[in-house]
T-cell receptor
Framework: GDSVTQMEGPVTLSEEAFLTINCTYT??????LFWYVQYPGEGLQLLLK?????DKGSNKGFEATYRKETTSFHLEKGSVQVSDSAVYFC???????????FGSGTQLTVLP | DTEVTQTPKHLVMGMTNKKSLKCEQH?????MYWYKQKAKKPPELMFV???????INESVPSRFSPECPNSSLLNLHLHALQPEDSALYLC???????????????????FGSGTRLTVV
């Protein structure tokens, strides 16, 4: 079946540091890939997405590129802020399926 | 309106109570979902409604009863819950293209902010 593997957290960075959160997936066909962010006490917000190979999703300074050859969708940001502290979920959705398959989530804490 | 609205935000209920969670969206999305999320875990799918019909039930216990009265509303009726059912319950919606049964094109989920449920 489909699966998503994220790097283990928690991740703690200083403000303005570079962020990478690794995500790899297993799925048949050509899934769509997503990053969701969950701030404390809130629901999930779609951060970015990519629907085909080599697509780059970007939003709020975050980027991720759909790499089919390595089945990866790593999240990056050049300079994190304290306000980026949250849990980040990588997810996929295979073409005909309605449900999302989530990774385990990565807790990010950014210190001032 | 680009939001999914869930009420209440917090709910405490006893094991003999009956309560309902509500979810509303006005984006014209024809697929709606209930997810359950335990602390420090990813959301787990419970139910999917497509065009107001239940299309997926992930073997959820019958003490959880979903209802979709119309294309904008989704309810989750709760009865005789257990303390282990305490969690954040998330509603989501997504747009679908094509008619019923014709295959789904996915435009992304919009999640609500959730109802934090505590069963005592």
């Amino acid at each position: 079946g489909d699966s998503v593997t994220q790097m283990e957290g928690p991740v703690t960075l200083s403000e303005e540091a570079f962020l990478t959160i690794n995500c790899t997936y297993t799925a048949t066909g050509y899934p769509s890939l997503f990053w969701y962010v969950q701030y404390p006490g809130e629901g999930l917000q779609l951060l970015l997405k990519a629907t085909k190979a080599d697509d780059k999703g970007s939003n709020k300074g975050f980027e991720a590129t759909y790499r089919k050859e390595t089945t990866s969708f790593h999240l990056e940001k050049g300079s994190v802020q304290v306000s980026d502290s949250a849990v980040y979920f990588c997810a996929l959705r295979r073409g005909s399926a309605r449900q999302l398959t989530f990774g385990s989530g990565t807790q990010l804490t950014v210190l001032p | 309106d680009t939001e999914v609205t869930q009420t209440p935000k917090h709910l405490v209920m006893g094991m003999t109570n009956k309560k309902s969670l509500k979810c509303e969206q006005h984006m014209g999305h024809r697929a709606m979902y209930w997810y359950k999320q335990k602390a420090k875990k990813p959301p787990e799918l419970m139910f999917v409604y497509s065009y107001e019909k239940l299309s997926i039930n992930e073997s959820v216990p019958s003490r959880f009863s979903p209802e979709c009265p119309n294309s904008s509303l989704l309810n989750l009726h709760l009865h005789a819950l257990q303390p282990e059912d305490s969690a954040l319950y998330l509603c989501a919606s997504s747009q679908e293209r094509g008619g019923q049964g014709s295959g789904v094109s996915f435009y992304g989920y919009t999640f609500g902010s959730g109802t934090r449920l505590t069963v005592v």
